[in-house]
């Protein structure tokens, strides 16, 4: 084949494969270019905005803080043993990433609403966690714990055995290797995983839409104030939107630097 | 290249000119409020049952939502919202045809069942843990604004402020805030009596006074850039229709005033 033809073919290659980044990127351009610096100030100055971004921002650490917290003891546990009661878990634990938000706000009203099938444990004098604070966090972990959970069991897995086995001789206890061999290790991944789990509770609006419900200064996080500012006001809603398009970018590229390095030294090390 | 992007404004410019026979258009899309939803159904089905062939297409949602789908170009034949605001709004920017009301509803009260002997009425409102009433924009939220502030009048000037102390949610169209009251999940909210009725058995109704109470008024208009005219306007003609107005009437709804709005 002549030089020629292999560089008319790698060309065809790359511009058929562009019209797919072309449409991605149309509309995030779109969005930046519309929304004008001045109305952007002005959206943001606005008193109610202030509010929406504290509770987005309280609600989602929250919910990074209980991933973390329960996720990684999880994602050990689940990485070091390979049973079909292990496998299956895991599964299940991962569903919430593939189930749509909507049916994940029907699950929770029907588990923890007022007549869900855990009210008469939870709720003996009748109230419910919906359209608390509280409501809000379940939602978001529901959603993002798989994400922390997929990074960080497969980060453990990687985890040399034969290190583990050394420090078990050593007198390790399990709890020990936990800490001070697999944590320290999987830790790129972890924060990768963190910070894509992080990006979807910030992203998070079917769910606490149905189950939290929409109330400015108690549940209304970003996506609900983007969602019902569209209708009265576009431009706090384009501004919202940019400024939150702006932080899932940054979250982005921690998660690709963090799951980056681990992927090379395991590249490094094969 | 420049000249390619004149003609390709050109040939996107230059519209099909709308096809008027009405033999020829098999669909009419209608844009429709959320209270419209169980009514309009059946009205298609009588509708389709003169007319073979025809499919009417809906897309009910709060009529804000509609607002703004119309606003960005969204392709409907017919819009019937829930209030005068959003439709004058679309009058005034060209969006829409002159508008007539064909309905009117009555907003009511929906307890949750076992709160239905504690509130027994509008004037207990505030003693319920949770209200769930509709965003300002959508029109029932809207109303429910004016109830409150009528009742602020009888009842106490920091009436709706109590109330709206025990707001747990503001939703986006006026079944949500009935789907509220039916889970259980809110003690209270406010909706159309034909949504109310709709959930029978499943929530207790109570009337609002007449004189604190804010009739809704239904507008309905055609699209001016509607791409099926004839239907859009064989649609409105039998909403406003007797065949039409009957069926209104069965579901609950109240005669509109039948004169252009303003």
């Not at chain 1, 560089?7 to 511009?15: D, H, P, Q, Y």
């Not at chain 1, 100055?45 to 971004?53: A, D, I, K």
């Not at chain 2, 899309?29 to 509708?47: I, N």
């Not at chain 2, 049952?49 to 025809?54: E, S």
Request: proline share 5%; hydrophobic share 50%; charged share 15%.
């Amino acid at each position: 084949m002549s030089r020629h033809k292999l560089r008319s073919e790698r060309l065809a290659l790359a511009g058929f494969g562009s019209v797919l980044a072309l449409f991605l990127f149309m509309p995030l351009v779109s969005l930046v270019i519309a929304t004008r610096p001045r109305s952007f100030v002005v959206a943001l100055g606005q008193p109610f905005v202030w509010g929406v971004l504290e509770l987005s921002l309280l609600t989602t650490l929250a919910s990074l803080a209980i991933v973390v917290v329960f996720g990684t003891p999880l994602a050990w546990t689940l990485a070091r043993r390979g049973g079909a009661a292990a496998r299956a878990v895991e599964t299940l634990v991962e569903l919430p990433i593939v189930i749509p938000p909507a049916v994940a706000g029907v699950a929770l009203l029907l588990a923890f609403g007022r007549r869900g099938l855990f009210a008469g444990i939870l709720y003996p004098e009748g109230s419910s966690l919906a359209f608390s604070v509280l409501s809000v966090v379940m939602a978001q972990v529901f959603v993002s714990a798989p994400f922390y959970l997929q990074a960080a069991i497969s980060a453990f897995r990687r985890v040399d055995e034969r290190l583990i086995v050394v420090s078990r001789s050593f007198g390790a206890g399990p709890l020990r290797v936990f800490r001070r061999i697999a944590v320290p290790l999987a830790a790129p991944a972890l924060v990768g995983g963190a910070a894509m789990s992080f990006a979807r509770s910030l992203g998070e609006f079917g769910a606490t839409l149905m189950f939290a419900g929409n109330l400015r200064g108690v549940t209304q996080t970003l996506p609900l104030a983007v969602y019902t500012a569209l209708e009265s006001d576009l431009g706090v809603a384009q501004a919202l939107s940019v400024l939150l398009m702006v932080v899932a970018l940054a979250l982005l590229l921690v998660a690709r630097a963090a799951l980056g390095r681990t992927g090379e030294r395991r590249g490094g090390r094969e | 290249m420049f000249r390619a992007v004149v003609l390709l404004l050109a040939l996107t410019g230059c519209r099909r000119p709308p096809d008027v026979d009405p033999a020829k258009e098999t669909e009419v899309v209608v844009f429709a409020a959320t209270s419209l939803g169980d009514v309009f159904a059946r009205m298609s089905e009588a509708f389709r049952r003169t007319r073979p062939g025809v499919t009417v297409r809906f897309n009910f949602a709060g009529t804000q939502q509609l607002r703004t789908q119309l606003e960005h170009g969204a392709a409907a034949d017919v819009f019937a919202s829930a209030d005068m605001i959003h439709m004058q709004a679309l009058r005034r920017s060209g969006t829409v045809g002159s508008s007539v009301v064909f309905a009117r509803n009555e907003p009511v009260l929906v307890v949750s069942l076992d709160r239905a002997s504690a509130i027994a009425g509008l004037q207990d409102l505030p003693s319920a843990l949770r209200v769930v009433i509709g965003v300002p924009e959508v029109p029932i939220g809207r109303y429910t604004l004016d109830i409150l502030d009528r009742a602020s009048m009888k009842y106490g000037e920091d009436f709706r402020a109590r109330v709206e102390a025990k707001v747990v949610s503001r939703e986006l169209n006026v079944r949500q805030v009935l789907s509220r009251v039916t889970l259980g999940e809110a003690d209270a909210g406010i909706v159309y009596r034909t949504d109310a009725t709709s959930a029978e058995g499943k929530v207790a109704i109570k009337t609002i006074p007449p004189e604190l109470n804010a009739i809704a008024s239904y507008p309905i208009a055609t699209i001016v850039k509607a791409k099926h005219p004839a239907l859009a306007n064989a649609w409105m003609a039998f909403v406003l229709s007797g065949d039409g107005q009957g069926i209104l009437k069965l579901a609950g709804f109240h005669p509109g005033s039948g004169a252009a709005a303003p």
